[in-house]
């Protein structure tokens, strides 16, 4: 856990959270307010006050997600880790919105996903080709040198060299 290495072991602290970890998260970072009558509504969506403050507030988790992966990758550099360690950042669609998760909208089905690659390759890229999150457990098993099990549906997608054919810088 990069968030926590240099805590102590608080005696008073719960053992119960996740796998019994005993140490207590890494405070929030605090990110600046979205104004909700800033904010472009989607046309897909209503344009009410209610879903103003809602997207203001999933704006918000964004910022703080942001902020917290910039507060591991400065952990992992001050540690020496950087030139190390591949990172793989992505998350789930969100709230349950109207075109959002659980849905096949375009909305509803794309995610983001970030892959930092510790020997460079692909940096300040985009792939053009579809990418499904069922290809990240066996991109890592191939990058680390393992073969994927032959159930896994998913197919490496960070490590071949045909991948070089399909960023765009």
Same mark, same amino acid.
């Given at each position: 856990?990069?968030?926590?290495?240099?805590?102590?072991?608080?005696?008073?602290?719960?053992?119960?959270?996740?796998?019994?970890?005993?140490?207590?998260?890494?405070?929030?970072?605090?990110?600046?307010? &979205?104004?909700?009558?800033?904010?472009?509504?989607?046309?897909?969506?209503?344009?009410?006050? *209610?879903? /103003?403050?809602?997207?203001?507030?999933?704006?918000?988790?964004?910022?703080?997600?942001?902020?917290?992966?910039?507060?591991?990758?400065?952990?992992?550099?001050?540690?020496?880790?950087?030139?190390?360690?591949?990172?793989?950042?992505?998350?789930?669609?969100?709230?349950?919105?109207?075109?959002?998760?659980?849905?096949?909208?375009? *909305?509803? &089905?794309?995610?983001?996903?970030?892959?930092?690659?510790?020997?460079?390759?692909?940096?300040? *890229? &985009?792939?053009?080709?579809?990418?499904?999150? &069922?290809?990240?457990?066996?991109?890592?098993?191939? /990058?680390?040198?393992?073969?994927?099990?032959?159930?896994?549906?998913?197919?490496?997608?960070?490590?071949?060299?045909?991948?070089?054919?399909?960023?765009?810088?």
């Amino acid at each position: 856990d990069l968030t926590t290495l240099d805590a102590a072991p608080d005696a008073t602290e719960s053992k119960t959270g996740w796998f019994g970890g005993g140490r207590k998260p890494a405070a929030t970072p605090a990110v600046k307010p &979205v104004d909700p009558q800033a904010i472009k509504v989607p046309d897909y969506l209503p344009d009410s006050h *209610s879903m /103003r403050v809602a997207l203001a507030h999933r704006y918000e988790a964004i910022e703080r997600v942001d902020a917290q992966v910039g507060e591991i990758l400065a952990r992992l550099d001050k540690l020496g880790l950087t030139a190390t360690t591949d990172i793989i950042v992505t998350a789930r669609t969100g709230p349950a919105l109207p075109r959002a998760e659980r849905t096949l909208y375009e *909305s509803g &089905v794309r995610v983001p996903l970030i892959v930092h690659r510790a020997d460079g390759r692909g940096a300040a *890229s &985009v792939r053009q080709d579809l990418v499904s999150l &069922v290809d990240v457990a066996p991109s890592i098993l191939t /990058r680390a040198g393992l073969k994927p099990f032959a159930w896994m549906q998913g197919r490496e997608r960070f490590v071949s060299a045909a991948d070089s054919l399909l960023l765009t810088n």
